[in-house]
């Protein structure tokens, strides 16, 4: 067989960014995205690093607000308020995980679900679900802008997500859901997962675990989205590198695969620049919400 087509993240993402800017130049004043994060895990120091600068190279303002861990929640919470009442801030965005001690969910609810960039707060988790979205997670929003701008089909297809996390795999099926394919959600409790895989003329998979998928649990020519990023000892010079949840070895069976890295990752930040963007045109009374995404 052919070896799969690779649908790489870095021109899908330049593409997305360059209408990003263009939206973004055509409004009274440039979207602003504040992002915060608690204590400096290397990764998401990382993250919220690249998004700052993408944020920029767009014409975005940007704001990082870098808390200490033991921050109380009580004070993060009168931080997301003020952010809520300024009318300079398009869109917050509070970097996951957080330290024990604050609740995700009562952070994740006190964001103005209008200023929710990455589509976590119940209500717009309720409109994705009801098939009426609005501001989309990110992943999931990068995925299907890839499998569009590649040309890949997604209504009628089978799809299998493997993964329910609230960040990427259930967002996904129900993104997958509302562009019209068959969408079935595997997780950890699924019965024989292969035979699951297998049926998938699109697999989109969101664990974590290196190369949990192997060529056998795939459909010959079947669309591979590989969401995972694990860091793995052993790359060169002995430093740790970058592996997904897919085995290489798949790119032998596989119709169109993602690499990682270089696939999804660069979608999800394009794609959280493109909600801040949608954030700021709703707020100027350009866009109506659930008139979008379809
Ligand atoms: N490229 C990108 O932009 C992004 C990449 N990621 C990466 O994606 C991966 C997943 O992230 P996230 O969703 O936050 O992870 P979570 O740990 O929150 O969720 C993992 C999911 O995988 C399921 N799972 C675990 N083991 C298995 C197994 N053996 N078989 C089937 N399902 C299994 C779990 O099932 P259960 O619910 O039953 O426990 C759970 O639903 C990570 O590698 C992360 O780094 C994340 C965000 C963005
Ligand atoms: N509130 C919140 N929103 C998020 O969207 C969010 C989050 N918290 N917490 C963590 C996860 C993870 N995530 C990634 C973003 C970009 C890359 C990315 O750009 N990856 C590059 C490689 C990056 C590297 O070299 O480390 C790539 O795949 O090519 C990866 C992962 C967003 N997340």
């Given at each position: 067989m052919t070896p799969a087509r690779v649908l790489a993240g870095p021109p899908a993402a330049d593409a997305l960014l360059s209408d990003v800017a263009a939206r973004a130049a055509r409004l009274p004043r440039p979207p602003h995205l504040a992002m915060v994060r608690l204590g400096d895990d290397p990764a998401s120091v990382s993250y919220v690093r690249g998004k700052d600068r993408r944020a920029r190279e767009v014409g975005l303002g940007s704001a990082v607000y870098a808390l200490p861990e033991t921050t109380p929640q009580a004070e993060l919470l009168a931080l997301i308020a003020r952010l809520n009442a300024d009318d300079a801030v398009s869109g917050i965005l509070v970097q996951l995980p957080l330290p024990a001690h604050v609740s995700e969910q009562a952070v994740l609810h006190a964001i103005d679900p209008r200023k929710d960039v990455d589509g976590f707060h119940p209500l717009n988790v309720g409109e994705l679900w009801a098939g009426r979205p609005t501001l989309i997670p990110c992943t999931p929003a990068g995925i299907l802008y890839l499998l569009d701008l590649y040309g890949l089909p997604v209504a009628g297809q089978r799809a299998v997500v493997v993964g329910r996390s609230p960040i990427v795999g259930r967002p996904t099926a129900a993104l997958l859901l509302a562009r019209d394919a068959t969408v079935t959600l595997a997780h950890s409790r699924t019965r024989d997962l292969g035979a699951v895989t297998r049926e998938a003329d699109l697999l989109v998979v969101a664990v974590g675990?290196?190369?949990?998928?192997?060529?056998?649990m795939v459909r010959p020519g079947a669309t591979v989205i590989d969401v995972g990023i694990n860091r793995v000892p052993?790359?060169?010079?002995?430093k740790a590198h970058l592996t997904g949840d897919v085995h290489p070895d798949v790119a032998g069976v596989a119709g169109a695969i993602t690499p990682v890295p270089g696939g999804v990752g660069p979608l999800t930040i394009a794609a959280l620049l493109a909600n801040t963007v949608t954030a700021a045109e709703m707020q100027a009374g350009r866009r109506v919400p659930g008139a979008s995404a379809r």
């Open positions: 675990q290196p190369h949990l998928i192997t060529p056998e052993g790359g060169p010079g002995g």
